[in-house]
């Protein structure tokens, strides 16, 4: 076996890590961490240390790790058939089956799933298809798209752009044209001290009605947003907010893209993040969840509407052109479909439901007071603890402090994998579905020993 140093370096010398400091791990001021393997909501890295992984690798390991059934299901493929595309009607009997699985899922207006292999890539293709559904109804000018600041939506240049968040715009010459930004429903963050919350909502949907007046309906197709924003800080939205959007958006005959990558498959403890809010998508994003990430896998749900016309623009214009190599790979498809019959056998949206609920009453029985604990907020097994410096004044740290940053290191320290959220003091907790009761008192417990020993 190699040792742990020469993989150090090695990873130094020749890796490109995702979102990480350069300069610092190149230095190496950041360890290279060699994760070796994972069982339910454990990993273990190459030194022996186990650690409680409290967010899902990013939110994706929703089954929980080494889960044979699921990986199984992946040898199977991979021995029967690792690889046909899914141009021009091909397919295998697990995208297929797959395909009807998160058809059957989905809320009733939705018609037809698109397989691709990344959340940003599933938004590529939404835009994409949105794009298109306009200049087949004959309104080419219709193409603006509305995303949130602080919403998430992937890395590449049209979906960095509907990002809004600035570490993923600086120094990119991002966003592109054709996307526009309005506000956040970050209650806690954005309303003043005295206004409630159906005040703040009502203050969103006119903020949104402003924009689309400012640019022209006639400019704008579409809307798109997590059901409760995830990177940009796990902020669900306040009472009423989507419905009141919903309204607005109907009313200028705006197309909704729900971006469930990380609310999909019972993250909220509800099949869907839509289910949830009541929302009426006319696109809906997933990623994630799909697999519970045993294989990369993503896709696009499109609505009855849109669907129909995209048939139409196919009649008129001939194959639709638009594919990946990768699209429904077979392995991803297999993952797929093992993992939500897992899910489901075990039950395992219901204890997300069950286990959020707890893990959100216990961070609030251990914090809820502390002076620097500001707001402790939730929706299913999807929380966030966020820090300031005067709870009273709602008085923010300076950012250079990284107190979120000190508190999940201080967590790791005592076994424990949270997040710290890249915008604001805030620690995101979105464990496997499969966490129990006493696991999530060990969440709990590093939590308070940390904000204890930072703050
Ligand atoms: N949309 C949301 C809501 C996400 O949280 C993410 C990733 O975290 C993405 C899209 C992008 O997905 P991916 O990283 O698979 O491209």
Redesign the pocket.
């Known amino acids: 076996m190699l040792r742990n140093d020469q993989l150090a370096e090695w990873d130094r010398e020749n890796f490109f890590h995702a979102s990480t400091h350069l300069a610092q791990h190149a230095r190496g001021e950041t360890p290279t961490r060699i994760i070796t393997t994972g069982s339910g909501v454990y990993i273990e890295d190459r030194d022996g240390t186990r650690l409680l992984d409290a967010f899902a690798g ?3 390991v929703n089954a929980g790790y080494g889960q044979s059934e699921i990986t199984d299901a992946i040898a199977d493929q991979a021995r029967e058939l690792a690889y046909y595309h899914a141009y021009a009607g091909h397919g295998t009997e697990a995208s297929v089956t797959l395909a009807k699985m998160v058809i059957e899922r989905a809320p009733a207006n939705m018609s037809k799933v698109y397989f691709g ?7 590529e293709t939404n835009i994409k298809l949105v794009w298109y559904y306009n200049n087949i109804l004959n309104r080419p000018q219709k193409k603006k798209i509305i995303s949130r600041w602080r ?6 240049l049209m ?1 960095g752009s509907l990002t809004g968040l600035d570490l993923f715009h600086k120094k990119f010459d991002l966003p592109l044209s054709h996307v526009l930004h309005t506000q956040a429903p970050y209650y806690y963050h954005r309303a003043d001290l005295d206004m409630d919350e159906a005040a703040f909502t009502a203050h969103c949907a006119a903020e949104l009605e402003a924009l689309i007046a400012r640019e022209g309906a006639d400019t704008i197709a579409a809307f798109i947003g ?1 059901p409760v924003l ?2 940009g800080g796990i902020v669900p939205p306040p009472a009423g907010y989507w419905d009141a959007i919903q309204a607005v958006l109907r009313k200028h005959d705006i197309l909704l893209i729900v ?5 999909g498959f019972g993250r909220l403890g509800t099949p869907f993040g839509s289910d949830y809010y009541g929302l009426e998508p006319d696109l809906m ?1 997933i ?2 969840g799909l697999t519970s990430a045993y294989a ?1 896998l ?1 896709g696009s749900i499109v609505s009855d509407k849109m669907w129909k016309v995209l048939e139409q623009g196919t009649d008129e214009n001939g194959a639709f052109g638009h594919g990946w190599t990768y699209s429904a790979h077979p392995i991803g498809a297999a993952a797929g479909v093992a993992n939500l019959n897992l899910i489901d056998k075990l039950g395992l949206v219901a204890n997300a439901e069950k286990m959020g609920a707890y893990l959100l009453a216990a961070l609030q029985d251990a914090l809820g007071t502390h002076p620097h604990v500001g707001d402790i907020r939730g929706a299913g097994l999807l929380c966030a603890v966020e820090f300031v410096e005067d709870r009273d004044a709602r008085a923010f740290f300076d950012p250079a402090r990284k107190i979120n940053v000190q508190v999940v290191a201080q967590m790791l320290q005592n076994g424990i994998i949270a997040r710290a959220m890249p915008q604001g003091d805030i620690v995101g907790f979105a464990p496997p579905f499969c966490l129990t009761q006493s696991e999530a008192d060990k969440i709990v417990a590093a939590t308070k020993d940390a904000v204890q020993a930072v703050l």
């Open positions: 990013l939110y994706c292999l990344s959340g940003s890539d599933a938004n919403g998430y939506h992937g890395s590449g979906t997590e995830g990177t971006d469930e990558v990380v609310t994003t990623a994630k990369p993503s």
